[in-house]
């Protein structure tokens, strides 16, 4: 069975350039999240989609992040205009929940992205 | 905020020698909890998760981890490590009614063959 799949796995570009993540998750899984990895910390959740619901996307900086799950299967990350700061790990990760709470998520491999 | 504690960020040992992890979580409530492991160059993965029953939990690779709710801890030992258990070790914690999966920072482990 094919993981979580996501694209680019590295990035590199200038300050106040966007950028965009791809994911793909385990067919099948109905819940997607997005984790940001900073150097040196755990992963944190930017959002988490149940199909194409964003069901918890209060740690998602909305003046210039965004992402998208249509059609409840994969989905896109996107920052617009990148700063400095977002050099980090963007992980994708997927669980099915099925209506009970598991808590075991799949992960992707993750995009690293370095902002110059 | 529901948060979760690990200590001694960076770990360097011999093979054979024990290995225990500490993790501390903040919620006093209902908890799941998780250990999570991420080997060199590839993604994270589960490696041993607690619900409820027997506080004492058994992962793969020989790897387990023992609930002490008085304690709000969730440590993660394994008697005897291998050179291929170097790798970054993150405690995770889910609280009753909220699916929102808390990581620690993360334990960066590195066993000496």
């Known amino acids: 069975e094919a993981g979580v799949v996501q694209s680019p796995r590295y990035k590199i570009i200038e300050k106040k350039q966007p950028v965009a993540f791809w994911c793909n998750p385990i067919s099948g899984h109905n819940t997607l999240y997005w984790y940001l990895q900073n150097l040196g910390q755990g992963p944190e959740l930017l959002i988490r989609y149940e199909n194409e619901e964003a069901v918890d996307d209060s740690q998602l900086p909305k003046d210039r992040f965004s992402a998208e799950r249509l059609k409840g299967v994969d989905s896109t990350l996107k920052i617009q205009p990148a700063e400095l700061g977002d050099s980090a790990v963007y992980l994708c990760a997927s669980s099915l929940e099925n209506g009970k709470r598991t808590g075991e998520l799949f992960f992707g491999e993750g995009s690293r992205l370095t902002v110059l | 905020a529901q948060s979760v504690s690990q200590h001694n960020h960076h770990v360097i040992l011999s093979e054979a020698a024990s290995l225990e992890l500490g993790c501390n979580y903040s919620?006093?409530?209902?908890?799941?909890l998780f250990w999570y492991v991420q080997y060199p160059g590839q993604h994270l993965q589960l490696l041993l998760k607690?619900?409820?029953?027997?506080?004492l939990v058994k992962g793969i690779k020989g790897f387990e981890a023992e609930f002490i709710k008085s304690k709000f801890s969730f440590n993660l030992r394994k008697p005897s490590v291998q050179w291929s258990d170097t790798a970054e070790y993150f405690c995770a914690s889910t609280s009753y009614g909220n699916n929102r999966l808390a990581f620690g920072k993360g334990n960066q482990v590195v066993v000496i063959p």
């Open positions: 607690y619900f409820s029953g027997d506080p």
């Open positions: 919620y006093g409530g209902t908890v799941n």
